[in-house]
């Protein structure tokens, strides 16, 4: 028995930690193409305080400020021909996961010819990528330290989930003052995709050691620290918890890999549009209901990092109490509850179970041997 832990990012952690880039630019080449959203983040202070930083190095940024949620195919290749026009040969992405992830795909565009469509699945892409740095300013991705990036492409316009380890950064700067100006529902949805993250790497069944210890240390600092967080967006230690978390449950995922909440919810990404982060914290609590019977130790010692107290009690009700602490962190957060709140008709469930069916990768990582009828009948339990 072999295992695995993929880890090739440098991560510099902490309040400033933006103004570190300027030892870790030797190398890179002379021309940046700096990635962000379209909205509020394209005119965060940070986006000139990295221009500031790269001329005084006596290198040019160029801002591709086009990045909408769910990034498609077309806005990627966008971002390729400036990139090219401008003579960028380094990529920063500065943003939540979709400014991130267009990055990481851009920066492996400009070393791989052909299309991006044809990379959907694990190690597609041909080529190294150019080099590329991420600098999260929400927590909740982990984009900043995996391997994968997800893009709307294709025929059906399906989100694509792309993986390989030539879209690893070559640097993560997780600064928790960039994610200080997010305001609470944006906290909790990407805060729920961290806790997401943290406990389907820890039931995985490519989980292991070190994968287990660093998701268990996540979700011991989200329960710590999410409700904080969107109470009070000003509570810099709870801000740095989440940051800390996010990159943490990032870490976990990239080798051990998520399970059935992200194959459902990226189906309702696809379909619905529903942010990724609100379908993960409607989806969570039902999928972990469906996997308790196939490994209630694992789920106890999830408890136990919840802060429940397990000590003593039959190992299903000691699982239950994970579900039961989900629920409750729930119930403190402005996140819708149900898929009917979502807008999710009900006609539509087995066709969104058909397309999360299709993600072997997720499903074969997931604890529970799953049937397409499973995930129907999760879709029901989650509908309210
Ligand atoms: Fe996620």
């Known amino acids: 028995m072999v295992d695995l832990f993929r880890f090739p990012v440098q991560v510099v952690f902490g309040e400033g930690g933006i103004r570190e880039i300027r030892n870790f630019l030797r190398g890179f080449g002379k021309h940046a193409l700096l990635v962000t959203g379209s909205g509020p983040t394209s005119r965060l202070p940070a986006v000139e305080q990295l221009r500031e930083m790269l001329v005084r190095e006596g290198l040019a940024l160029t801002h591709f400020p086009e990045i909408r949620p769910d990034p498609d195919v077309e806005t990627v290749e966008r971002g390729v021909a400036l990139a090219k026009a401008e003579g960028c040969d380094f990529v920063i992405g500065l943003g939540g996961g979709s400014p991130m992830d267009a990055a990481k795909v851009i920066a492996a565009r400009l070393n791989n010819e052909g299309e991006v469509t044809a990379w959907e699945g694990v190690g597609r892409i041909p080529r190294r990528s150019k080099p590329l740095i991420c600098i999260p300013t929400t927590s909740g991705t982990g984009s900043e330290v995996s391997w994968v990036a997800v893009i709307t492409g294709g025929k059906r316009r399906q989100k694509m989930s792309i993986v390989s380890h030539f879209l690893y950064p070559v640097l993560a700067i997780v600064d928790p003052q960039l994610t200080y100006s997010m305001p609470p529902e944006l906290t909790a949805s990407t805060g729920m995709d961290a806790l997401t993250h943290a406990v389907e790497s820890y039931v995985s069944r490519k989980a292991w050691e070190p994968t287990r210890a660093i998701s268990a240390a996540a979700v011991r600092l989200i329960f710590s620290h999410l409700e904080r ?122 066709s969104l179970a058909a397309e999360a069916f299709l993600n072997t990768r997720m499903r074969s990582a997931n604890p529970r041997e799953t049937m397409l009828e499973d995930l129907v009948g999760i879709l029901k339990e989650a509908r309210g």
Request: include cysteine; glycine fraction near 10%.
């Open 229 to 350: 967080a969107c109470q009070d967006g000003t509570d810099t230690e709870a801000r740095r918890g989440m940051a800390l978390a996010s990159f943490m449950a990032g870490m976990a995922f990239t080798t051990s890999g998520l399970g059935l909440v992200h194959a459902l919810a990226h189906a309702l990404g696809s379909h619905f549009g529903i942010s990724h982060g609100r379908a993960n914290a409607v989806l969570l609590p039902h999928v972990m209901r469906f996997n308790l019977p196939s490994c209630p130790e694992t789920y106890r010692e999830l408890a136990a990092a919840m802060g429940m107290r397990v000590e003593g009690l039959p190992a299903p009700r000691a699982a239950e109490k994970a579900v039961e602490a989900v629920e409750g962190l729930l119930a403190s957060l402005p996140l819708p509850r149900n898929l009917d709140r979502l807008g999710v008709p009900g006609s539509s469930l087995e």
